[in-house]
């Protein structure tokens, strides 16, 4: 069983630009997470998805940013005209179910110049 | 709201000392869980333990042992015998869309 992956690994752009990143999490896993992290912090929570539908956003999500899993199964999570302070790592966890154990993946680190 | 707090930033300890990390939570739900995740210098956050809130039952897995204390909100994680793979980032989170606290980095020095 492979666990959840993350592309790409690292993420550089210029002010203004979009990116598109993508989440394949563990098969099976119907439950989808996306979160943020930035340097000496934990991280936080930004989107979830339960099969296709994405249930809940935090207010972190601006409207520049958009995720979609429409098969219910990989996952992309898109910022537009990104700027510096979209610097982060970007996460992706997936679980069988809410209460369940999340698993992460090895994250995409963006930097924005 | 939810809440997570890690009061220690940093902990350094020589090998085969024991290691103990703090976690206090805020939550209104009455049944939660809690977990504790390491993430290494790789990055990879690494699931370690989940608890339940209706289970204060302390366990013990193999060098990890944690100390659930409903009544005072508390979560603590031990790592006994500290070796110097057990160097990273300790987060303690809270419930689904998990609530992380800010972290405690361990350092275990040879």
């Known amino acids: 069983d492979t666990g959840v992956s993350q592309n790409p690994r690292h993420k550089i752009t210029k002010r203004g630009q979009n990116v598109t990143f993508r989440c394949d999490p563990i098969?099976?896993?119907?439950?989808l997470y996306w979160y943020r992290q930035t340097l000496g912090q934990g991280p936080e929570f930004l989107t979830y998805?339960?099969?296709?539908?994405?249930?809940?956003k935090s207010r972190l999500l601006s409207d520049r940013f958009s995720a979609e899993r429409p098969k219910g199964s990989f996952s992309t999570l898109e910022i537009q005209r990104t700027e510096q302070g979209d610097s982060a790592m970007y996460l992706c966890?997936?679980?069988?179910?809410?209460?369940?154990?999340?698993?992460f993946g090895p994250g995409t680190r963006l930097t924005v110049l | 709201a939810q809440k997570v707090t890690q009061a220690q930033t940093e902990i350094s300890v020589v090998e085969k000392e024991d290691v103990t990390l703090d976690c206090v939570y805020e939550?209104?739900?009455?049944?939660?869980?809690l977990f504790w995740y390491k993430q290494p210098p790789s990055g990879e956050l690494v699931f370690l333990i989940r608890?339940?809130?209706?289970?204060?039952q302390n366990e013990i897995s193999g060098r990890y042992s944690w100390n659930f204390q409903k009544s005072t909100s508390s979560f603590n994680f031990t790592i006994t015998a500290s070796q110097v793979v057990d160097s990273a980032v300790y987060f303690c989170?809270?419930?689904?869309?998990?609530?992380f606290g800010a972290g405690t980095t361990v350092t275990v020095r040879a």
């Open positions: 939550t209104r739900d009455t049944t939660y869980y």
């Open positions: 608890r339940n809130s209706f289970d204060e």
């Open positions: 998805f339960q099969n296709e539908a994405q249930l809940e």
């Open positions: 098969s099976e896993h119907n439950r």
């Open positions: 966890a997936s679980s069988p179910g809410l209460e369940d154990t999340q698993y």
């Open positions: 989170a809270l419930r689904g869309k998990l609530s």
